[in-house]
């Protein structure tokens, strides 16, 4: 069955620092581009960061430039996003999904679960 599950979110204070994982069954991640894309309620989806196939180019969207950071384990088949100085408007549910350049989501694609992260205080 081809799937993706994220987890590592939470509930974390500004300026604090997690690390989301997007592992892969039934696929190799590895093939594909993935992107981590987040939800606030009231608010449009937007990509917040890609990783291209086999460690090609990435791409962050502006508000988390220098404080998110996306990577691959291809051995444990798993797109990483390390979040840090988090801010209270990075609060929302993150889904991984297979993706297109720079930064959208693929047709027909495969999405995770999604994970909350809030940000609070």
């Known amino acids: 069955q081809v799937q993706l599950v994220e987890s590592g979110g939470g509930l974390v204070q500004p300026g604090g620092s997690l690390r989301l994982s997007c592992a892969a069954s039934?696929?190799?991640?590895?093939?594909?581009?993935i992107g981590w894309f987040r939800q606030a309620p009231g608010k449009e989806r937007e990509g917040v960061s890609c990783?291209?196939?086999?460690?090609?180019?990435?791409y962050y969207t502006d508000s988390v430039k220098s404080r998110f950071t996306i990577s691959r384990d291809n051995a444990k088949n798993t797109v990483y996003l390390q979040m840090n100085s988090l801010k209270p408007e990075d609060t929302a549910v993150y889904y991984c999904?297979?993706?297109?350049?720079?930064?959208?989501?693929?047709?027909?694609?495969?999405w995770g679960q999604g994970t909350q992260v809030t940000v609070s205080s």
């Open positions: 999904a297979t993706a297109l350049p720079p930064c959208v989501v693929a047709p027909l694609a495969v």
């Open positions: 990783i291209s196939a086999s460690d090609g180019p990435t």
């Open positions: 039934g696929f190799t991640l590895d093939y594909y581009a």
